[in-house]
C-alpha cells in the first residue's frame, strides 16, 4: 500500500478471534525519514503497555529500523467502575468491597463507595473474579442490576447506623 503524502496518522484495527489466536497489525510504506510514535488506542479502562521492543516508540524513523521490527503490547489490567445505591436510588457510601482471584483466598484489590453517585472502581486482570462486600453487617442484600465489561451497577440494602 503506497501511502498518500498528506497522510498525518495510520490505523490499523485489530481484533481477535479467539482468546488464544494470535493478532497483529503491519505497516508498510510509511515515509522514511518521519517521525512517528507507536501506541494502542483501547477503552481507557484498558491498561494497554508494551512489553517487548527495542526502540522509544515515541520517537521512530522508518529509515532508523530494521524492515521487520515486532513491537508486543500485553492487556495487564482492566479498571473496572461501578456505582452502589440503595432501594431509593441515593450512593451507598461506605460499603467496602474486595475483589479476589476466583476460589483463592487473596485479595487483588479493594474499594470502598464513595459518597457522590455511589462510585467504586477496582483494578484487576482479564480472568473469573469474585466480589465480595467486606462490612456485611452494613448491608441487608446486594443485587446486581447491570454490568458491561468495564462497569457494574449494584444495589445494596443498606441497614441503618446503630444509634448508642
Known sequence: MR?????????????????????YASFTGLPDSTLFSLGVKAPSQWHVVAISSGYDLDNLVMKDLPSDHNVIYELTNLLIEGHVTNDDGEAAQGVQYQLKRHGKPDVVSDTVVME????LQLKANPGLWDLQALNSDKLKSITLSSFSYTSIWLEADVRPAKVP
Open 3 to 23: 501511502v498518500p503524502p498528506t497522510a498525518t496518522s495510520f490505523s490499523r484495527y485489530v481484533l481477535a478471534s479467539g482468546p488464544s489466536s494470535p493478532t
Open 116 to 119: 457522590n453517585l455511589g462510585y
